[in-house]
């Protein structure tokens, strides 16, 4: 019985449902559209096994890596305002 319950919290993987909101296209500098907001580009290093899951999530959903980073960041941090929001929405 503890195995099957240990089993089911270890296979459970939850789907994040909500994705955060994107930006309006705005014609950018280059006559591209380009959504408004900032960017940041990031680098570093997470243990294989929560790539792996990542990777899996951001294929499943057809959603490119910037999405799905964002997605987790974004219900991790309780989903707190984006730059192209204001901070009263």
């Known amino acids: 019985m503890i195995r099957e319950e240990l089993a089911n919290?270890?296979?459970?993987?939850?789907?994040l449902g909500e994705l955060p909101p994107l930006p309006e296209k705005e014609t950018g500098q280059h006559g591209r559209?380009?959504?408004q907001g900032q960017?940041?580009?990031i680098g570093g290093?997470?243990?294989?096994?929560?790539?792996?899951?990542?990777?899996?999530?951001?294929?499943?959903?057809g959603m490119s890596l910037s999405r799905a980073i964002d997605t987790a960041l974004w219900h991790f941090l309780g989903k707190p305002p984006l730059s192209f929001q204001s901070r009263s929405q």
């Open 45 to 61: 290093t997470c243990d294989k096994a929560l790539w792996n899951e990542l990777d899996d999530y951001r294929k499943r959903h």
């Open 9 to 15: 919290m270890i296979d459970h993987k939850p789907d």
């Open 39 to 41: 960017r940041v580009k």
């Open 33 to 35: 559209p380009a959504g």
